[in-house]
């Protein structure tokens, strides 16, 4: 059985080579197509001109869908790992099962909503996934503190933690260099403004804000990397209890003959 086999770990590297491949697709094709500045661009600015626009909405798409999974995945892990008498746990668990999900939602936005269409529903999901998400690693960091020693050692906290750490400098950057940017360019629609020439006025300030994006998005991957190893010991599988043996509606309908009451299934290939 080969590592990504093991378990439900599939799910964290589909969620993490998929996105990957989202961004660089993009990147690629709005640079070979001109439609961005070689160096550094937006992310957002790589998916916002067609055809690129329409294939990074619908990958995008996909990598919520994989992150909706995986942070679910995770909430039951922690759920089953803990006592009952651990509320504090269990209330952290939860928590961060609604920010990953409003996170993955705010993904849905970005990807559907490009920053030329329509900016102000653009931003209100960038901030959804980027700033939320950035709240996600910090409760999924303290459920990891909380859970050592005896679910697992101090390793994979200090390595979430910096995670936890780089996500958040990357989005003070971020967040400084752009309000820098827009002040310095009173006047300019900076939302349509997909080209950059270099020494202009907000240049400086518009490569640093894109590096920092950048940054905050290859922390998010780098995040659900360490998922990888604890779901390699867990599955899951769903189970059928039948209430009827028949699926018409009149309930008159009866089969006398003798059916199997219940089913159990692997709910995904790591379940095998």
Known sequence: MWWFQQGLCILPVA???????????????????RHVDPLVPYISDTGTVAPERCVFGIM??????????????????VQALTVEEESKLHKLNLLGL??????????????????????????????LTFGVGALYIL??????????????????????????????ASIISMFVSSVIMYSSLPGVDVAHKLHWIPGETGYIPHIISTISEWSLAL??????LTYIRDFQ????RAEVD?????????????????????????????GI
């Open 219 to 224: 922390s998010f991957v780098s995040f659900f």
């Open 60 to 77: 995008l798409d996909i990598s919520a869908y994989l992150g909706i999974a995986t942070m679910y995945v995770r909430y039951k892990q």
């Open 98 to 127: 609604v920010l990953g999900w409003t996170s993955s939602f705010g993904m849905c936005i970005v990807a559907n909503f490009q920053k030329t269409t329509l900016f102000s529903m653009h931003l209100v999901g960038a901030i």
């Open 15 to 33: 969620l993490v080579l998929w996105t990957a491949a989202t961004f660089i697709f993009a990147y690629i094709t709005a640079v070979l197509l």
């Open 233 to 236: 010991k867990v599955t899951l």
């Open 242 to 270: 039948l209430q009827s043996n028949h699926l018409y509606d009149s309930p008159h309908y009866s089969i006398t003959a003798q059916v199997n009451q219940s089913e159990t299934s692997p709910l995904m290939a790591g």
């Open 139 to 168: 409760v999924q960091t303290l459920v990891s503190l909380y859970m050592q020693p005896h679910v697992h050692g101090k390793s994979i906290f200090w390595v979430r933690l910096s995670i936890g750490v780089w996500t958040f």
